[in-house]
């Protein structure tokens, strides 16, 4: 209904547009990708071919360079709802095993980085000294280090969820750890005069006005850090020859040349994010609801 009576409005019609021009070009690239392939291939001894033939081989390859949106949408489809949810065959197990990586790395990326940043705003060695080198922790490739973690968990014992969790928590807790500092450090010069002529101790100017404050420059960040938390999950999925997984789905269909089979699960990958960032959004809006937020 919402979505009806914004297309009534006309405020639907640009998403439309956008989505439609996107479309064509998609089908577009098909073509041109694809072409050569078949024409060397399938065309090879049929000098008579038409456009349309030729329209129709490179949209329906079983193995195109690019395929059509069609192909991957009935990949998706058969891999989504025509398998148990069980089966190694399905995206949904598949997509659950990574959010299940996801979601532990977000936890652990949020206890550290909220740990990181009370303890830079509250200790000014921390700030000179710590700050600069959460920075540059972000400077070094995370497909770099992910098979070193991988390794070294390993050999202490820790294997299956842990060493994808630890990858996604060192990508999502710097986005968190800089938008709490952010937050609190961001009531007024005067809020906190008003809380020492109150005799405030820290632990109250901490809980009665810089937590509270910062919580908007906190959702703000976990919307950015579960995207990245989805991507470490992905990531460390990779080196490890992992057989359950979107990057094992991923590495199978790269193995193969199932080009279908990649499309389709980075479309699953793409759908996984936008629900756990609709998740945070939905907390979001109860949390500051609960403080008395507008709504």
Request: proline residues 6%; aromatic residues 10%.
């Amino acid at each position: 209904m919402t979505f009806l009576r914004s297309w009534r409005e006309g405020h639907a019609l640009p998403l439309t547009a956008v989505l439609l021009a996107l479309l064509v070009i998609w089908y577009a690239a098909a073509v041109w990708l694809n072409a050569p392939q078949v024409i060397d291939l399938a065309f090879s001894d049929k000098p008579d071919w038409t456009v349309s033939d030729l329209l129709e081989a490179t949209w329906s390859m079983e193995r195109p360079v690019l395929p059509a949106p069609h192909q991957v949408a009935i990949e998706f489809y058969e891999s989504v709802f025509g398998y148990d949810i069980t089966s190694n065959r399905s995206l949904v197990y598949h997509a659950m095993v990574t959010a299940s990586a996801t979601l532990v790395g977000f936890l652990f990326g949020i206890a550290l980085g909220v740990l990181l940043a009370v303890g830079i705003v509250h200790v000014r060695t921390l700030d000179r000294s710590l700050l600069p080198w959460i920075i540059a922790s972000q400077t070094i490739p995370i497909l770099a280090i992910a098979p070193m973690i991988i390794v070294v968990l390993g050999n202490l014992g820790f294997t299956g969820v842990l060493p994808k969790a630890v990858i996604s928590m060192y990508l999502c807790f710097f986005p968190v750890a800089i938008g709490m500092v952010k937050g609190l450090r961001s009531p007024d010069p005067l809020q906190l005069d008003l809380m020492r002529t109150y005799s405030a101790s820290p632990a109250q100017v901490f809980w009665k006005l810089r937590s509270p404050a910062s919580v908007p420059f906190l959702f703000t960040s976990l919307k950015v850090a579960i995207g990245i938390s989805l991507v470490g999950a992905i990531v460390g999925e990779l080196p490890t020859g992992a057989q359950a997984g979107i990057g094992a789905r991923l590495l199978s269909g790269s193995y193969y040349g199932q080009t279908v089979q990649i499309w389709a699960a980075l479309a699953m990958a793409a759908i996984l994010g936008m629900v756990l960032v609709a998740l945070v959004g939905m907390i979001e809006r109860a949390v500051l609801r609960r403080m008395g937020a507008r709504p």
